[in-house]
Each structure stands twice: as structure tokens, then as C-alpha cells.
């Protein structure tokens, strides 16, 4: 059980017992949807790393977030973004890879990402530098499913409310 309850009545409000970003509660929570490729009408997974589609580019006049440093919500530079995944589907960027200084590398929705390209920065508000490392991350490394697309994004969106402890509290 990843909640406790507050009270002792049916229906009471639970709190988070372990990591709530990784367990899937609250405002992290993913639906358990099917742990298989998205595919295009050709049959092709949806989602793939630009460096592996040598028919796809991105728009010049667009900013390239190749190279760019990744900064999280604490003002903690975590890495560099190495690539970025397309949605063959609906053309556009739907994620990047950062390939943390740390070692390894993650997933970050582009929806989590402001790109600051004067600065040559993305910020991510949402989490913080610590809590790259604990990305969910898909098995294969240039696929990705879509029970593991839910869980990436659910990690980032729980971050706006357990990444810091004063963020579960009212903003009043």
C-alpha cells in the first residue's frame, strides 16, 4: 500500500507512504494503460529519437535543444539534451533525451520543458536535480510504450506537488 489514511473513516484522504512521484498517487497517478508501442498507420512506433530518422529534421526557425543545459526547478544544472524524440504521427517533438552529468540519461516531456534559447537553457520547474536520476525509463532505449509514456509524464506532474515538501500544503 502506497497511502495511509488520515482518518479511520471509509473514503478519508490518504497520504503517500513511500515516493509518491514513482508510486503513482495523487497528482502522479497513471492510468494503467496497455504496455505496448503506439503505432503510426504504417505500423512504425509513434514515438522515435530524431538521431535514429534520417528523414526528419526540425524547422531551422525553431530553436535546436540539442546541446542545450537542462536546469531544474532548484536552479541545479542536471545535463545536456542529446536528442529529441518525434511524434511520427503528429510531427513534433514530444520529448527530450538529457544525458545527465551525473551518468546515464532521461526522458523529459517537452510539456515540462521551457526552453530559454537566449540562455542556451531548458528549465523544468517541476522537479527537482536529485529527482532526474529517478525517472521512469522505457526498457528499450530508443522506444518507448505507452504504459511508460504515462508513467514519465505522471513522474513530472507529481513533481508540482511532491517534489518539495511545501508544495502539499495550501498556497493561502
Known amino acids: 500500500m502506497t497511502l495511509r489514511p488520515t482518518h479511520g473513516h471509509p473514503g478519508a484522504p490518504g497520504l503517500p507512504t ?40 526540425l524547422d531551422p526557425k525553431d ?5 542545450m543545459t537542462v536546469v531544474a526547478g532548484d536552479g541545479v544544472a542536471v545535463g545536456k539534451v542529446s536528442d529529441v524524440w518525434i511524434d511520427l504521427a503528429e510531427p513534433q517533438v514530444r ?10 540519461t532521461t526522458l523529459l516531456p517537452m510539456g515540462f520543458a521551457k526552453i530559454r534559447r537566449a540562455a542556451g537553457q531548458i528549465h523544468v520547474k517541476s522537479i527537482f536535480g536529485h529527482h532526474f536520476a529517478d525517472v521512469p525509463q522505457p526498457r528499450v532505449p530508443d522506444r518507448i510504450t505507452i504504459l511508460e509514456e504515462d508513467r514519465v509524464v505522471a513522474y513530472y506532474a507529481g513533481g508540482y506537488r511532491f517534489a518539495e515538501p511545501s508544495r502539499n500544503e495550501p498556497l493561502y
Open 18 to 57: 513511500g515516493n509518491p512521484m514513482k508510486d503513482g498517487v495523487g497528482a502522479a497517478a497513471w492510468a494503467d494503460r496497455a504496455d505496448r508501442y503506439d503505432l503510426t498507420a504504417d505500423g512504425r512506433p509513434r514515438m522515435q529519437p530524431l538521431s535514429g530518422l534520417p528523414e526528419f529534421h
Open 95 to 104: 520529448y527530450l533525451t538529457v544525458t545527465l552529468d551525473g551518468g546515464g
Open 63 to 67: 530553436p535546436d535543444p540539442r546541446g
